[in-house]
């Protein structure tokens, strides 16, 4: 993959700095001067924020966070992107709470093109982004103090107009009163508050004051929206004049376009044009189905000389074959882990593997694009990572990044997929655009097929496991050696690639919190032409998987719980321990089940928090399984808002459940085989369990929550089918294994 | 040319008789409401309503509609209908919210039909809609809770 020289200046700084990914997610929770970085620019540039026509009546920009108009209505200004994670509702109550606001009278929308303001700081504040479940790290100081900030201009212009103290003013539920009787909204001080200087000593509310942070009862501002058809994605947009495109795109990785014949699809009623873009063809139409007629209408000669032509049966030997040998490179070494084997009276060995699996978001990837008569370009999408589209669209039509107007829209999901380094299907649009002579502005929509075969899919890997066990049954040794691709080299973020080791390809099995004295994680990379990229959760898809699994099968072979036996290698007040417990008591672990009922345990951290599961299965004695219950205990710091932090756990254990029971993209002879979800199958309503959450009470600020339900719903089920079926699984999916 | 009803209103919609319903209405009639998930059935993103039965939209012709009346998400209205929304937004039961469309359609379908369904019951109308956030644990106590209150 090409990285443009602009982006790598864009990003590679932050890399370079830090030495793993881990480290600049959890070292941004505990700094607090990077925390403070974009809060300086309340200060030093509120008209950053823009667009304030956009939001309402007459609305006034008191920071690069929010507007304020002069009915009142807040429109808090995200650097986070919706995806349904709820990152918007949880910054909306950051600062709704520390503004005092009326939470029915707040609205949130994307913004970017500010860096300063909007860098995110777990990310070491150079780059906005979303991603690494970071939202609420990024946002938690920040938001709160532009609330905050924001309060004290409204109530500093009241004061002025009534001719008080400011300090006698009561607000309340966007309401400022005076004991004197004197009394208004936020919208009849909105403009002149908006000139006050912006205070940069702001105080925030101590917890015990707080009414919105934490309050389980807080439901989400936009969910009568996505009720009634209303709330608008990328696929919605629509512009005057504006046209639809359909990708023709390789039908293998790497594939070029040698030539193509387009003379049957320019007669296709309601075809505009079919041009050629770097991408591949794209097929211009005046709607969604002319385009996709069209489409079938054009016939392309590929170039394959360079494309990816091997079947995942080939790949998955490469693989196996490679896991046993010695790793390329080290991740961790504890201990002497020759001697640890040397000396365990007992050594118990298994392989995992995990296929690619795809993000599939309900929303298939899209991006609109145009070009204005000034000169500047706007585009419309699901802009995750907004400063590099921005730097990319503006390389493609020759202008500089200012030039480059994005609107973040929602969309319907993304589970990382809209977080690409070569912006993928928003170059795409402009590409496009660009073909056309900009005559008109473009909607690239993918179809199904078109998402479902585009590449960028959780990298495919197996994981070769030992242990060794003393006579007491105390785990002595343990290697993982992981194989499979790397994410991040070769991209931007190559920089966080250090000794042969990208940190997303091992996070989950390097950072295992059990005690174990002798303890090797190798990592060999693969080379394969599939792109890769995160996928909710990232490494501790699989990492967690075959850790978690495979320490269920040492509890088995040393005779002890699993529960018990975790809990022996782990400091019991540790995080781990505690959420461990606290879900063996809501499960119940001890007492015995109904007949049929069976469970297993697993527990991860990931992104800063940790979780644990219990999953209970039945099964019908025909060898299917069903997950009935799942009881889910999670240390997320403090829940800003606790509901939806239960929903991103529900919603990940279904994630999670479906990729492991049904997922998988594998390849013919360099062909994606699926294309659509009747054979590619996320989770149905049937087989969804009932989730109980249960969220440990914390003072810590908040860590990640859109990804670590994730990671261990796998080795829960896997480890509950053990004791219903006596069967192990190893290979992904479950139905390899089941369907035996 | 072909004519629609759609909502109660009648349409004239410049579409060829193969257009799927799904693309009419979003890009002709400009009702967005109804998504695009999958185009062949599999995902219930789609869904409406024809002469008050639910189908899916990106399966369904134009030319094939003749008199019947379609009603989309933007039209549905009714006890049943708005009793599913309030509901499914009292309980924050959309995540990213693209799917709920369809689902509201199923299972406002589903409870004109069956006033009080079990898990089963709703596992079998419901199972035709994908929800890629996996809201499914809100959806079934939604479900409940609508015919609970609509039974009062
Ligand atoms: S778009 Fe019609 S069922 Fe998926
Ligand atoms: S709420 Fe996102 S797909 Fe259903």
């Known amino acids: 993959m090409m990285i443009p020289k602009l982006m790598q200046s864009l990003v590679l700084p932050v890399a370079k700095t830090q030495a793993s990914r881990r480290q600049f997610m959890l070292g941004a929770l505990a700094a607090g001067g990077g925390v403070a970085l974009g809060y300086h620019i309340l200060a030093s540039s509120p008209a950053a924020a823009s667009d304030s026509a956009a939001d309402g009546n007459k609305a006034a920009v008191f920071t690069p966070y929010l507007t304020i108009d002069s009915d009142g209505k807040v429109m808090v200004l995200s650097s986070q992107f919706e995806m349904g994670q709820g990152s918007y509702n949880g910054i909306a109550t950051l600062v709704a709470e520390e503004l005092d606001a009326d939470w029915s009278s707040i609205d949130v929308r994307g913004v970017a093109g500010n860096v300063k303001a909007y860098g995110n700081v777990a990310f070491g504040g150079t780059i906005q982004g979303t991603g690494g479940s970071t939202s609420m790290v990024t946002s938690w100081e920040r938001y709160r103090k532009a609330g905050a900030a924001a309060r004290a201009m409204l109530v500093a212009a009241a004061a002025s107009e009534w001719g008080v103290q400011p300090a006698e003013i009561i607000v309340e539920n966007g309401v400022l009163t005076h004991p004197s009787g004197k009394t208004g909204g936020f919208g009849v001080f909105a403009a002149k508050a908006a000139a006050m200087p912006v205070p940069t000593d702001v105080k925030l509310k101590q917890p015990g004051d707080w009414k919105l942070i934490g309050n389980a009862k807080l439901k989400r501002f936009d969910s009568a929206r996505k009720t009634n058809g209303t709330e608008q994605y990328t696929i919605d947009v629509k512009l005057p004049g504006m046209l639809t495109a359909v990708m023709i795109h390789p039908p293998m990785f790497g594939a070029k376009v040698k030539s193509f014949d387009a003379a049957a699809a320019r007669s296709v009623k309601g075809v505009v044009d079919v041009v050629e873009t770097p991408r591949g063809i794209a097929v211009v139409g005046e709607h969604m189905w002319a385009a996709i007629k069209g489409r079938e209408a054009v016939k392309v000669v590929w170039d394959e000389t360079a494309a990816e032509k091997r079947s995942t049966p080939e790949l998955m030997s490469i693989y196996k074959d490679l896991a046993a040998k010695a790793p390329a490179a080290i991740a961790r070494k504890d201990g002497d882990i020759d001697a640890g084997f040397a000396a365990a009276a007992k050594v118990i060995e298994a392989s995992f593997e995990f296929p690619y699996l795809a993000h599939s978001a309900m929303e298939p990837l899209n991006a609109v694009a145009r070009k204005n008569d000034d000169g500047t370009l706007e585009i419309w999408g699901g802009h995750q990572f907004p400063d590099v589209y921005q730097t990319l669209a503006s390389q493609i039509v020759g202008t500089t990044p200012d030039k480059v107007r994005l609107h973040v829209m929602k969309t319907g999901g993304s589970f990382g997929r809209r977080a690409v380094f070569d912006g993928d299907v928003v170059v795409e649009a402009v590409h496009i655009a660009k073909a056309i002579g900009f005559r008109a502005p473009v909607k690239v929509q993918w179809t199904r097929e078109d998402d479902m075969r585009a590449g960028r899919y959780r990298p495919s890997y197996v994981h070769k496991l030992k242990a060794g066990i003393d006579g007491d049954g105390k785990l002595v040794a343990w290697s993982d050696h992981v194989v499979g691709q790397s994410i991040m080299s070769k991209t931007a973020f190559e920089g966080m690639v250090q000794n042969g080791v990208d940190p997303t390809s091992v996070e989950g099995a390097s950072n295992l919190p059990y005690a174990i004295p002798n303890q090797t994680v190798g990592l060999t990379t693969t080379e394969v032409g599939v792109p890769v990229l995160w996928w909710r959760s990232v490494g501790s898809t699989h990492t967690a998987f075959a850790a978690e699994a495979f320490i269920d099968e040492v509890a088995e072979a040393a005779g002890r719980d699993p529960i018990e036996y975790r809990l022996s290698m782990l400091e019991p007040q540790s995080r781990h321990a505690v959420v461990l417990k606290l879900a063996a008591e809501k499960a119940e672990w001890t007492k015995p089940l109904p007949e049929n009922r069976f469970r297993g345990v697993a527990v991860a951290e990931s992104f800063g928090s940790v979780v644990a599961q219990i999953a209970e299965v039945s099964t019908d004695g025909s060898g299917s399984i069903k997950v009935e219950r799942v009881i889910a205990a999670v240390d997320c710091g403090l829940a800003v808002n606790p509901d939806q932090v239960r929903a991103q756990v529900e919603g990940g254990i279904g994630f999670g459940l479906g990729a492991i029971l049904g997922e998988e993209i594998t390849l013919t002879a360099g062909k994606v085989d699926q294309g659509n979800f009747d054979v590619y199958s996320p989770l149905r309503i049937d087989a969804m369990p009932v989730v109980e959450v249960h969220i440990l009470a914390s003072t810590n600020p908040p860590s990640g929550i859109g990804e670590p339900g994730v990671p261990p719903i796998g080795p829960a089920v896997a480890n509950a089918v053990y004791k219903a079926l006596g069967k192990r699984i190893r290979v992904m999916p479950f139905t390899k294994t089941l369907n035996a | ?152």
């Open chain 2, 1 to 152: 040319m072909v004519t629609l009803t759609i909502n109660g209103n009648e349409h004239k919609v410049e579409a060829e008789a193969d257009m799927p319903l799904l693309w009419a209405l979003r890009d002709l009639v400009g009702l967005t409401g109804t998504k695009f998930g999958c185009g062949m059935a599999q995902c219930g993103a789609c869904t409406v309503l024809l002469d008050g039965a639910p189908v899916r939209s990106c399966q369904t012709l134009v030319g094939d509609i003749g008199n019947a009346k379609v009603t989309t998400i933007e039209g549905l209205t009714g006890k049943v209908a708005e009793t599913v929304q309030t509901v499914w937004a009292d309980l924050d039961v959309p995540q990213c919210g693209y799917c709920q469309s369809g689902q509201i359609m199923s299972a406002t379908d589903l409870l004109a039909n069956n006033p009080k369904p079990t898990d089963d019951d709703i596992d079998a109308a419901m199972t035709g809609n994908l929800c890629r956030c996996a809201t499914y644990h809100r959806i079934r106590a939604g479900i409940h809770e609508a015919a609970k209150r609509l039974e009062a």
